[in-house]
């Protein structure tokens, strides 16, 4: 009983931190612009797909995953140069089916580029998994946890302890009253996509040796990922982390106790309720609009 | 395997597929074809295509069938059946093709059907379902096994073995939910108590949930995963993970080098069926199929620089019975191919020998199939 409980515990977990990763990513363009980014997914899938690549190109793992990052920074970057920032005057609305729409064409060219087969990359830490009280974890799973948690804590200093994360938050606040106290909202905006993708390719490294890749995993990460994000109350880090690992649980737990058949739907169904008895989701903040 | 920096290639494949269906001439063979070269079907449909190419130019080189050149007009579905009926149309009215192969999944044939039909147009397709041949319609053909034939043979390997009590757990793709219904409705005939039933959703990250509860079933001799893509290796990994004992039986869906890349380590011990092309290297010299097999084997990965895969085999066969029916028939009439095809008798292709009958018209039994193991990250045949 025990061990099972224990076991369900564990794959929710991994699963949940594997959300919680991608939730993270949503935070930052959501806070610097109203924007969700539902290309968020891709940046997941290039950091991982350059990774596997890069490595049958002859790199060390490790430098492989860094150049990874890097490239779908400048990715990230380039998105807001060529996309974004050249439709300053569009709605939100606008702006969200752009990122729709450079979703499909990242897809797209990743298809182009690597290939259209699933791959993996080694576990980082070894195969073996750990048992504790009959269950089992994998090391990776670990570290994936791990690296959900200290993106959490670098965000949560960037928004409250810097400057320039300040600087970001005052952005999305208000644009204009920003550009007036000095704020430039130009590279405020590049920095947030640039940070953004590095977040969600580091998360595709470590997800990678767990999940497999391919071109089109981003889409299911994505919505996941939102979903997780929603439920925590988008913009806050925190609620992404809570967010994540909660439906990753309520899966396991849906999958384990109740049945396989409406493991999704136990998810979604959760969701639901929170939604429609906190719309803002559970650490979302009240927003009040002075008239 | 393709770096980073080596997109020229791709991109070429990528134009070339574009270009097709351009050049009409006159007197000639068209076979027209409808297959999910991208998308998320398109390690279906890419060697499938790959495999066409290859034949229509190695045929036209020799001078064609019945002394007209051939000419292979392929449309890309996407694995969209909305798409693949649009395309059947188009290639029935404005290519006017003599006959199809294609169809890469079960969805896209079925739409596709009905066109070809009405038609009068002799049609092969290369999807897995049994219910595109059962109940018979007379213009359409298959050449891949049905997933009832796999799991047949897993039962009969797990007979063998003194095996019964199973549990199963399936991807809730196309593939998985066909191959589920099948094996729990052939079960009780072949002697075999399915103890568990798990499902998972094919682009799940963790299936040890699932396992946990296999795992704890009383009396669990054996385990089956009816899926394809990602779950399967993930599936394998959890498994070893949970360190479960029964042996671990995956279906031909994940039958290709792919798999055990994926699995890694976790692989070996897998049994799967699978045709004889996954182990052309380890066919007895008196087996028949061996020539054709590492002849087709050798041609394709001479062509593309890649391993063959089953996909691209049942292209081949499928295009060899047309090709076959054509030279029976003297002519590309619709009526004469198709009665042609339904006569194959003891063609002997990759994926198995073909005998077709009017109601029989796939032609295999599951004798096609091979029972092979995974061991040390290698296919092997089980005896």
């Known amino acids: 009983m025990l061990e099972s409980f224990l076991q369900f515990t564990f794959s929710g977990l991994t699963v949940g931190a594997v959300y919680a990763l991608v939730a993270l990513g949503f935070t930052i363009i959501y806070n610097a612009s109203d924007v969700v980014n539902f290309a968020q997914g891709e940046f997941v899938m290039i950091g991982g797909m350059s990774t596997v690549f890069l490595r049958q190109d002859g790199l060390p793992l490790a430098a492989a995953a860094a150049l990874a990052i890097v490239l779908t920074t400048v990715i990230g970057i380039l998105l807001d140069k060529l996309a974004i920032a050249r439709a300053k005057r569009a709605s939100v609305l606008s702006l969200v089916i752009i990122t729709i729409g450079a979703s499909i064409f990242l897809r797209g060219a990743a298809q182009l580029v690597f290939d259209k087969q699933l791959h993996r990359l080694p576990a980082f830490a070894g195969e073996d998994p750990l048992t504790l009280m009959g269950a089992t974890i994998l090391p990776q799973s670990l570290l994936v946890l791990a690296g959900a948690a200290a993106i959490f804590v670098g965000l949560w200093l960037f928004f409250n302890r810097s400057r320039t994360g300040k600087a970001v938050l005052a952005t999305a606040n208000n644009r204009l009253a920003a550009r007036l106290v000095g704020v430039d909202t130009a590279f405020i905006m590049a920095l947030s996509f640039g940070l953004s993708a590095a977040i969600g390719a580091t998360a595709g490294v470590l997800i990678t040796p767990l999940t497999l890749t391919s071109y089109d995993v981003g889409l299911m990460l994505a919505l996941k990922g939102f979903a997780a994000a929603m439920l925590g109350g988008l913009g806050n880090p925190f609620g992404a982390l809570v967010g994540g690992l909660a439906i990753g649980l309520i899966e396991a737990f849906g999958a384990g106790y109740v049945s396989s058949e409406y493991k999704d739907a136990s998810a979604f169904l959760v969701i639901l309720l929170i939604l429609f008895l906190m719309p803002r989701g559970l650490f979302g903040k009240k927003t009040v609009e002075r008239v | 395997m393709f770096g980073l920096f080596k997109k020229a290639t791709l991109l070429t494949t990528a134009a070339g597929c574009l270009a097709l269906g351009a050049t009409p001439s006159f007197a000639e063979i068209k076979i027209g074809s409808v297959l999910a070269v991208t998308g998320p079907a398109s390690f279906l449909g890419d060697p499938e295509k790959k495999t066409l190419d290859m034949l229509v130019e190695a045929v036209n080189a020799k001078g064609g069938i019945n002394g007209e050149p051939v000419t292979l007009i392929v449309y890309d579905s996407g694995a969209d059946a909305n798409k693949a009926r649009t395309f059947a149309t188009r290639l029935v009215e404005d290519d006017e093709v003599n006959v199809v192969i294609g169809g890469s999944a079960t969805g896209s044939t079925m739409a596709m059907i009905p066109v070809f039909a009405e038609n009068d147009i002799p049609f092969i397709s290369l999807a897995g379902a049994v219910e595109i041949i059962d109940p018979v319609n007379s213009w359409v053909f298959k050449t891949p096994h049905t997933d009832r034939m796999a799991c047949e043979k897993i039962f009969a390997d797990l007979k063998a073995r003194g095996l019964t009590k199973v549990g199963l757990i399936s991807g809730t793709g196309g593939f998985g939910k066909s191959m589920r219904a099948q094996c729990l409705d052939v079960a009780p005939a072949k002697g075999i108590e399915v103890v568990a039933d798990e499902t998972y959703g094919p682009k799940d990250a963790d299936m040890t949930p699932q396992l946990t509860n296999i795992k704890n079933t009383d009396g669990l001799q054996a385990v089956v995963n009816p899926g394809f893509g990602q779950g399967p290796a993930i599936v394998t990994r959890n498994y070893r993970q949970l360190g479960i004992e029964v042996p671990l039986y995956q279906s ?132």
């Not at chain 2, 994926?262 to 070996?268: F, Q, S, Y």
């Not at chain 2, 052309?280 to 020539?291: I, M, V, Y």
């Open chain 2, 252 to 383: 031909h869906g994940v039958a290709s080098k792919g798999f055990i890349d994926l699995a890694g380590e976790a692989a070996n011990g897998v049994r799967l069926p699978a045709t004889a092309l996954l182990v052309a290297d380890q066919l007895a010299e008196s087996d028949p199929q061996r020539e054709v097999v590492t002849s087709y084997k050798a041609a394709y990965e001479e062509k593309y620089g890649e391993p063959v895969s089953t996909f691209g085999g049942y292209a081949y066969d499928a295009f060899m019975l047309m090709k076959a029916a054509l030279e029976t028939a003297g002519s590309t009439d619709g009526e004469a191919v198709r009665a042609a095809i339904e006569g194959t008798k003891g063609y002997l292709g990759v994926t198995g020998a073909f005998n077709m009958s009017a109601d029989d018209h796939l032609g295999l039994d599951s004798s096609a199939f091979r029972m092979l193991e995974i061991k040390d990250g290698a296919w092997t045949i089980v005896e």
